[in-house]
């Protein structure tokens, strides 16, 4: 039984082998599992030290915009 002749597509793979020059795919598997420990870290430490006053009022949003500036600023450091 013979196979059939490998075929390509007309792909550009021009974008794909800068990005493969850049960085190795674990080294963004990594980065990607880092930032997301960072992003729950950084939550639960917010949770606990607004659970410390227990207050019971909602967040406003200022409080949201501060959390999510802070977790953008922990994880692009």
Excluded: C
């Excluded at 792909?11 to 190795?24: N, Q």
């Amino acid at each position: 039984m013979k196979r059939a002749p490998f075929r390509t597509r007309n792909l550009d793979w021009s974008g794909i082998k800068f990005l493969e020059g850049l960085i190795d795919p674990i080294d963004g598997l990594s980065e990607t599992i880092f930032s997301i420990l960072i992003l729950l870290t950084y939550m639960l430490a917010f949770w606990i030290t607004r659970i410390s006053g227990a207050s019971q009022q909602p967040l406003s949003h200022e409080d949201v915009n501060d959390l999510l500036l802070g977790i953008l600023g922990a994880v692009v450091a």
